[in-house]
């Protein structure tokens, strides 16, 4: 079943711009993880938060996590015309069965 | 690396013929293997949980003798999906968990479109 939820759906910004998505979940976990799939790929691993860190950076990426909050975001800064992707959070539930639960996905949408 | 692949990346089939994906670890061990279905602009839904050596754990209302799963070895898992429908159509992918990595991180294949005519 889908745990989390992200928003937007959908978002359609200019090249250079910044970008940020959310996703909020429903249970406890370990970590939080954000992939991207291109339209008809698999999905790449962007990045894992685990659930005792607020932020992480790697290159562009830059992910908060709010456990009080059950939620989390995605930020890509200075965005280019290859970020056009879907974006998906994933959650591993603290009772670790090794199930992960995506999101709904952002689709995002780079405007050269 | 991290690298999983998928076997066919595309298929089309006749209602009630068996199809076959392939999905293999090619840089690692992987004791658990994942199966997902995606329909159009929509997330992944997990189908079922492949162990190597042991029998996979299917999500409810997922049927284990229409998709039959096959784990055996620590690099390939097999999801046949038999006597296909037209309803089957869907875009299916896999993941692996490297064995014994400490975080639940996992690597996807590049799917498979399977359309059943």
């Known amino acids: 079943s889908q745990q989390g939820e992200e928003d937007p759906q959908a978002l359609s910004i200019q090249e250079g711009e910044n970008a940020t998505m959310n996703c909020s979940y429903k249970t406890s976990i370990n970590n939080l993880q954000w992939y991207r799939q291109n339209s008809g790929r698999g999905l790449v691993h962007l990045i894992l938060i685990r659930s005792n860190e607020r932020e992480k950076h790697s290159g562009r990426l830059r992910v908060t996590l709010d456990t009080s909050k059950k939620s989390s975001s995605l930020l890509i800064t200075a965005s280019r015309a290859a970020d056009t992707a879907s974006y998906f959070c994933?959650?591993?539930?603290?009772?670790?069965?090794?199930?992960?639960?995506f999101g709904t996905g952002t689709r995002l949408t780079i405007i050269p | 690396g991290a690298v999983v692949s998928q076997h066919p990346s595309r298929v089309i089939c006749k209602s009630g013929t068996s199809v076959k994906i392939e999905c293999r670890s090619l840089?690692?061990?992987?004791?658990?293997m994942f199966w997902y279905r995606q329909f159009p602009k929509q997330s992944l839904m997990l189908m079922a949980t492949?162990?190597?050596?042991?029998?996979?754990?299917?999500e409810q209302g997922v049927e284990k003798d229409k998709f039959l799963i096959n784990h055996a070895s620590l690099t390939l898992s097999t999801l046949t999906v038999t006597s296909a429908h037209p309803e089957d159509s869907s875009f299916y992918i896999c993941?692996?968990?490297?064995?014994?990595?400490?975080?639940?991180?996992?690597?996807f294949g590049p799917g498979t479109r399977l359309t059943v005519l």
């Open positions: 492949s162990n190597e050596g042991s029998k996979a754990t299917y």
């Open positions: 994933a959650t591993d539930a603290s009772f670790g069965n090794e199930k992960l639960t």
């Open positions: 993941s692996a968990r490297k064995t014994g990595a400490r975080y639940n991180e996992q690597f």
């Open positions: 840089d690692f061990q992987a004791t658990t």
